[in-house]
């Protein structure tokens, strides 16, 4: 059974710039949400969607969007990038809709400079 | 303030203790609360996972709901090196849509 894959794993940009961050999910996994984890802090939900429709979303603007396709890989979109942007970025995917049981990846950890 | 509140430590232990960790939630809406551990510069795993209120044990660890009170609690026993780790609590409900965590606390288990 293969686990949850995100990619890249590190990654450097500057001020105003878009990054896109990928995720592969558990084999079987339907349902595919998005966290960001400043450091010293848990991680905060950005959006979450199942069947690729968005069926929930945090406190992010809508400069952070995302895309699940319909082998359930997704990807999170960050435009005009913003110093507070810096942080890992994590995917989790979940066998069903709730959510509730996350498995995460090992994250793609995102520097502004 | 934040709907989770997780005990920041850091906490310190000698191998073998049994460790308490801890968190408060305002939300009365919650029904689902999860416990996971995260690994430096790695993703959270899930360890334990509880239903509303009672105990559920597995191993060496332990996962308490008190929804009275609004109180959950992850005890480990006889405590390895390898449990070193950051602890995170989190919790949802049905119409959530997302996981709430805390903050996390930070765990050393000395040799």
């Known amino acids: 059974e293969t686990g949850v894959t995100q990619s890249p794993t590190h990654l450097i940009k500057t001020r105003g710039q878009q990054v896109t961050l990928r995720c592969s999910s558990q084999?079987?996994?339907?349902?595919v949400s998005w966290y960001q984890q400043a450091l010293g802090q848990g991680p905060q939900f950005i959006f979450q969607?199942?069947?690729?429709?968005?069926?929930g979303r945090g406190n992010f603007p809508p400069r952070f969007s995302g895309l699940q396709f319909p082998n359930y890989s997704s990807e999170l979109n960050v435009n005009a990038l913003e110093l507070d942007d810096s942080a890992l970025y994590l995917c989790?995917?979940?066998?069903?809709?709730?959510?509730?049981?996350?498995?995460f990846g090992s994250g793609t950890q995102l520097s502004v400079l | 303030q934040k709907e989770v509140e997780q005990d920041p430590g850091p906490l310190s232990v000698p191998e073998g203790a049994i460790v308490s960790l801890n968190c408060t939630y305002s939300?009365?809406?919650?029904?689902?609360f999860m416990w996971y551990r995260q690994y430096s510069r790695k993703g959270p795993e899930l360890l334990m996972y509880?239903?509303?209120?009672g105990n559920k044990e597995d191993g060496r660890f332990t996962a308490q709901v008190d929804k009275s009170s609004k109180y959950i609690s992850l005890f480990i026993r006889d405590s390895q090196p390898s449990d070193s780790a950051t602890y995170l609590c989190?919790?949802?409900?049905?119409?959530?849509?997302?996981?709430?965590f805390g903050d996390g606390t930070t765990l050393t288990v000395k040799p």
């Open positions: 509880t239903y509303s209120s």
């Open positions: 084999s079987g996994h339907n349902t």
């Open positions: 989790a995917s979940s066998p069903d809709p709730l959510g509730e049981k996350l498995f």
């Open positions: 939300n009365s809406a919650f029904q689902y």
């Open positions: 969607y199942y069947r690729e429709e968005e069926n």
């Open positions: 989190a919790m949802t409900h049905t119409n959530a849509g997302k996981s709430t």
